[in-house]
């Protein structure tokens, strides 16, 4: 499968933000940046105009996240909690792990890399960690590889 094809797990909140997100930039955005252009050219010489190359700038930044955007939402998976085995760690799962051996607790959901934000408490199923716990029940042992070394982690919860 290539990159833009592969699916971008979502929970309802995060696809909403996704949408509205696309929304502003097609909407709001775009009209912003052409008006910008439009001035930028009013003024003359654009070989030296830089309000005119940033406008430039901020113009493919924009159309490159609105196809970015677009390609998500075209390949977004609702994560469905009613169809997922609630013993066993999945992309939606609410995680508690305890390190292992001095027995630090933290508490993590598991959501598509689209949302992730671990200063939140919600890592990126395709994260190091989120990746070793995913398929694992309470009770497991998740080895997780970090620049120091490999981290265990005991699965204590799992909502």
Known sequence: MSQNNKDVFF????LEKVKQELEHLKIERRHEVAQR??????QGDLSENAEYDSAKEE???IESR???LENMIRNAKIISHENQDKDTVNVGSKVTIQEV???ETEVYTIVGSAESDPLSGKISNESPIGAELI???IGDIANVPAPAGT???KIVKID
């Open 11 to 14: 929970t309802e909140e995060g």
């Open 101 to 103: 051996p001095d027995g």
């Open 37 to 42: 252009l439009k001035e930028a050219i009013a």
């Open 135 to 137: 398929g694992k029940k």
């Open 66 to 68: 609105i196809h970015t």
């Open 151 to 153: 981290i265990e982690f």
């Open 59 to 61: 113009q493919a930044f």
